[in-house]
């Protein structure tokens, strides 16, 4: 096939399931390519000299080289080339923006649409878990050092499993009673099937990665115990899990709450099957979820599948500045979200005994861009109006968590409390403790953290060996 | 996994557990807190804990039956595991020597006062420890408590043992007397405002460990928010002691009633109503809720 006939192959859409039928249910949305779509799919990719697409990934995954085995039929080859990089990605096939990464940059889409790269990806992990022999034992000789991950999370799974390659032990500290972070407790079965999760859980332990759950570093044990019991680095891959509130009058009424807390609820602690899990949720008939970005999705959609008459997501810029990825955005307007854009809240009316039942809005207007380079939104005069809701769900952001910061000496950070880190190492103030993911302040995206962690468990191979 | 090493039974519905958590132990202060949850299926309860015994590797709960997972825990033996045990939580209590600290304790309260009234008699303060409760059944640790204050005060609502009356006579009597440097108070929420009311107009700062519902534990939920001297906080991470006089205890009423409208959307299920009671009351609450509205 030459060029100028892949240019005129249409890009193949990923199937989802009917928006009626899902909006019901946990199932999966985005079902998959076959493996005829796929190698059609892949056919699409030119196999540029210069991939810019590999540019923009995060982890430089060997796009054109995957791509090509793809459309040669060869599936066990194409894993092959993205595991060299990518150590989950049956998860970043699901959940990465590749529409900000490598897609926006792919050459076929100066013109059309860019290859599904996000869709091949997520098919090759896929065929590798249908077909693949469970996971060995790492063959590697034992280094004979012990390195602690804290945080179970992209960053902190990623760094586990390359330490564990490199033949160091490892144990992973997580506060919670299941590891997974974010892909666990947040982004909800739909999205991500927490099976998948567990699978990558799974295959760390068989190769001898040890979790320690429960955990919490700084108050069950500090980083300092763990250095002085023969630890010889220390990974930090917290999150930055502290929600946002916008500090406005009501804010503390029943029945308001953030989307870690609805999220944790459903997803972790499954309260959609409330009383037989303990676990209750509390959800009205009328939700306004406030924010635009992943997080803010997620709780809309999952809130949505749970029964309710309204579900709206208030968000104060317009459409085109959310930073949710356009796929939820549509997939969320599909099930029936409804988008009040330019709106923001300005208070939470509630009843006597402390329940919400309105939220005063304003209209928004955009002006000039600010420091994120979107136009920054500017109340209209006179605009406001009240919107009778019985559930928010906020979702505007999260901040860090300090306790790492307070309980370890010599730990530094710099502004908001990201942690400061050497860039070419990600080594933090304190030597042998290094830090990435959420915590470092970056993307804050599931492929950074990733991409943070394999460095880290580069530079910590380094520096346990030097030591 | 965390061990039951002794269970036992102080008072009709209210249980004793030793549990082997050696990390815990180690690190635990007065003040702080566990979340636990029984099996796979259970909600993250948060729990004071009340006794730390870093040499043996345990720390102390005591646990009233008011709800699914108190009632499970309730069912538990010596031996059992607990499936998921997270700690310690929170902040430690400020202990200094501050001079005299009248301490109050209601219902299984007295529990978490316990662990203060030691660290606060160590630490060489004068501790004078008022504990009450409905009945004679249903005081806890009159013993224990006697062990680590100076003096102790028993109150009973029915007389049947100590004087009868309110927690709070014996503290205003103090306060008169002009003897009192700090107050603590651990128990129902009204019985830690009304504390927190009598002690205001003497300017005795009062410290009361709040009590509202928690998912983690950890700071990731915002669920636990309290309004405190007008600002929003976590009670897991900035607490759970709080300022009483800076406490919006409305607010916080309201917040630990949040899950019991689940039982009128399903009258058939009383378990969602048993949900709630267990969500309002912890950490720490009374057998004599009801009696100590005020
Ligand atoms: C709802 C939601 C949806 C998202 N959707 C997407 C998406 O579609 N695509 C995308 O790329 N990104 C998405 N993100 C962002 C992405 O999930 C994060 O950037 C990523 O998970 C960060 O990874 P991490 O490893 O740094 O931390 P996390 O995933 O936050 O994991 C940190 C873990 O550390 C644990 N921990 C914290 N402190 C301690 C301690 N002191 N001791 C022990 N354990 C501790 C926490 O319990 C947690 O399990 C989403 C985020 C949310 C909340
Ligand atoms: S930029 Fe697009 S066409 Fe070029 S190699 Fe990458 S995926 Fe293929
Ligand atoms: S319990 Fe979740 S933040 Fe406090």
């Known amino acids: ?241 502290t929600p946002m509130f916008m500090n406005i009058p009501g804010e503390n009424l029943n029945g308001v709450c953030s989307a870690n807390e609805f999220l944790t609820r459903v997803n972790l602690m499954k309260a959609f099957d409330f009383p037989r899990q303990q676990t209750p949720v509390y959800l009205g008939q009328r939700i306004a979820v406030v924010g635009g970005g992943n ?58 005994d402390g329940w919400v039942t309105a939220m005063e809005c304003q209209r928004m207007e955009l002006s000039e861009p600010d420091a994120s380079g979107r136009r920054r939104p500017v109340p209209v005069v006179g605009s406001e109006f009240t919107l009778e809701v019985d559930t928010v769900i906020v979702a505007i952001g999260a901040k860090t968590n300090d306790l790492l910061l307070h309980t370890t000496p010599g730990l530094e950070a710099e502004r908001k409390g990201y942690l400061t880190l050497d860039k070419a190492t990600g080594m933090t103030s304190r030597p042998g403790v290094f830090a990435g993911g959420d915590i470092a302040g970056g993307e804050a995206t599931v492929i950074a953290a990733m991409g943070d962690g394999r460095r880290a468990a580069i530079s910590i191979d380094e520096y346990v060996k030097e030591k | 996994m965390a061990k039951i090493l002794v269970k036992e039974t102080l008072a009709p519905n209210t249980h004793y557990f030793r549990i082997d958590a050696p990390l815990v132990a180690r690190h635990a202060k007065a003040g702080q807190f566990v979340i636990l949850r029984v099996d796979e299926l259970g909600e993250r309860v ?65 529990a978490a006062i316990h662990v203060l009234a030691k660290a606060l008699h160590e630490a060489g303060n004068r501790v004078v420890s008022i504990i009450g409760s409905r009945n004679k059944d249903l005081l806890i640790m009159e013993k224990e408590m006697r062990a680590v204050s100076d003096e102790v005060i028993v109150m009973s609502d029915d007389g049947s043992i100590g004087r009868q009356g309110l927690v709070t006579e014996p503290l205003k009597e103090m306060l008169d007397a002009g003897t009192v440097d700090r107050v603590c108070a651990v128990g129902p929420i009204p019985m830690m ?53 800076e406490t919006n205890f409305k607010e916080l009423i309201h917040r630990t009633r949040m899950f019991r409208p689940m039982e009128q959307r399903d009258p058939d299920s009383c378990r969602m109503l048993q949900q709630a009671d267990v969500v309002s009351q912890k950490p720490a609450a009374g057998a004599d809720h009801e009696s100590r509205e005020s």
């Open chain 1, 1 to 241: 096939m030459n060029v100028s006939e892949r240019l005129k192959i249409q890009r193949h859409e990923v199937p989802a399931l009917d928006a009626h039928h899902r909006a019901q249910c946990f199932e999966e949305v985005a079902v998959g390519f076959d493996e005829k779509t796929a190698r059609a799919e892949a056919d699409r990719c030119i196999q540029c000299k210069r991939p810019l697409c590999m540019e923009g990934c995060p982890v430089s995954i060997d796009i054109p080289g995957f791509i090509r085995k793809i459309s040669e039929g060869d599936f066990p080859g194409a894993i092959e080339r993205i595991r060299t990089t990518n150590s989950l990605p049956s998860i970043c096939g699901r959940v990465c923006p590749q529409e900000n990464q490598c897609e926006r940059v792919c050459v076929v889409g100066k013109k059309g649409e860019p290859v599904a790269i996000g869709a091949l990806e997520r098919f090759v992990a896929d065929f590798e878990r249908r077909y693949s022999l469970p996971v060995e034992g790492v063959k590697v000789k034992p280094s004979g050092r012990k390195v602690a991950v804290v945080g179970s999370g992209p960053a902190g799974l990623t760094a586990a499993g390359h330490l564990a390659q490199l033949g160091h032990a490892v144990t992973v500290f997580e506060a919670f009673h299941e590891a997974g972070g974010v892909l666990i407790y947040g982004i909800p079965e739909f999205r991500l099937p927490k099976a998948i999760v567990q699978e990558e859980v799974t295959k760390l332990r068989t190769m001898g990665v040890e979790f320690a759950l429960n955990t919490l570093v700084g108050r069950t044990i500090t980083i300092d115990e763990l250095l002085a019991d023969n630890y010889s680095a220390v990974f930090l891959a917290p999150g930055a899990g």
């Open chain 1, 295 to 352: 997080t803010a999705m997620d709780a809309a959609r999952t809130a949505r599948r749970m029964g309710p008459d309204k579900v709206y997501i208030v968000y104060r810029r317009s459409e085109n500045e959310m930073p949710a990825r356009r796929e939820e955005v549509h997939h969320a307007q599909e099930e029936g979200v409804e988008f009040l854009t330019l709106t923001a809240p300005t208070q939470y009316i509630g009843t006597e």
């Open chain 2, 46 to 110: 948060p729990f004071t804990i009340a006794d730390i015994d870093p040499v043996e590797g345990s720390i102390t709960l005591v646990i009233q039956e008011v709800g699914e997972t108190t009632r499970q825990m309730g069912a538990m033996k010596s031996g059992d595991d607990i499936r998921d045990l997270l700690g310690p939580l929170g902040m430690p209590s400020e202990i200094e020597n501050f001079g005299t600290v009248v301490l109050l304790g209601g219902g299984f309260g007295i």
């Open chain 2, 193 to 245: 405002r009304a504390v927190g009311e009598v002690t205001r107009p003497y300017g005795v700062k009062t410290i009361v460990s709040l009590n509202p519902v928690m998912v983690d534990g950890t700071g990731m939920c915002g669920g636990c928010r309290v309004e405190v001297g007008g600002k929003t906080l976590f009670a897991c991470v900035d607490g759970p002691e709080f300022d009483a006089h």
